[in-house]
């Protein structure tokens, strides 16, 4: 047999949390008043009914693995529109228990869908919580196999319109792993970019701004020439 959800154990919680106000408790919406237990006076219920589920206050969008946070409102009315004493016990009940009272109105359509009339009555909010499962994880079935990668150092001269020295300018791999500045002559140098693969820069300073690829079996140091005047 299933274990009961969410749902299910809020709702027997606050059956029981009733009860022990000494109430009565039925679950489902206001129904017509109760009979007479024979004796000349009619038994101390109440209703409890989940009316909606609201998201919780404050709530952000939910991303990954996050809990879903949300609140289940239920009414709770008693059965006899009279019955203030019943009222005052939950009422009573509230300000050492768990739960707190909600004051707001009840809509009219509430009372004529239950064909009772106007009762005392008021909200409980009750929170509840969703844990998402976490994703199972694939076995390792095979060793651990680390790829090394060759690294070499890339140095290089900027050089601006008839081959003049361009220094301050930013030069940086394209995966920004690496950055430094030339220097007054124009050089600069990169540890450790791969050594067998290109090495696509970027190159900024100076009102400029571009992009240079120097192939692994390229000359050193290398030339980069720009040919764009500066403003």
């Not at 909606?52 to 996050?66: K, N, S, V, Y």
């Amino acid at each position: 047999m299933p274990e009961p959800g969410i749902v299910e154990t809020a709702t027997t919680a606050l059956l029981r949390w009733v009860g022990g106000a000494g109430l009565s408790a039925r679950q489902g919406p206001p129904s017509g008043d109760t009979k007479s237990d024979g004796k000349g006076a009619k038994p101390a219920e109440v209703h409890v009914w989940l009316t909606a589920l609201l998201p919780e206050q404050g709530m952000r969008p939910t991303t990954g693995l996050e809990p879903v946070r949300f609140r289940m409102r239920f009414l709770l009315a008693t059965a006899r529109a009279d019955d203030v004493a019943a009222l005052d016990r939950l009422l009573s009940a509230t300000t050492t228990g768990p739960h707190r009272p909600v004051f707001d109105e009840v809509p009219a359509h509430v009372w004529q869908s239950s064909g009772v009339p106007t009762r005392p009555a008021f909200y409980v909010d009750v929170p509840g919580r969703l844990d998402r499962p976490a994703p199972a994880t694939p076995r390792v079935t095979a060793p651990l196999r680390i790829e090394t990668v060759p690294l070499r150092p890339l140095s290089g001269v900027v050089l601006g319109p008839r081959d003049t020295p361009l220094a301050g300018m930013r030069v940086e791999s394209a995966d920004r792993t690496e950055v430094t500045y030339t220097g007054a002559d124009g050089t600069f140098v990169l540890d450790g970019l791969p050594a067998d693969r290109p090495a696509r820069l970027r190159l900024s300073g100076r009102g400029l701004r571009f992009h240079h690829t120097v192939t692994a079996d390229a000359a050193s140091p290398a030339v980069i020439r720009c040919e764009i005047k500066e403003a």
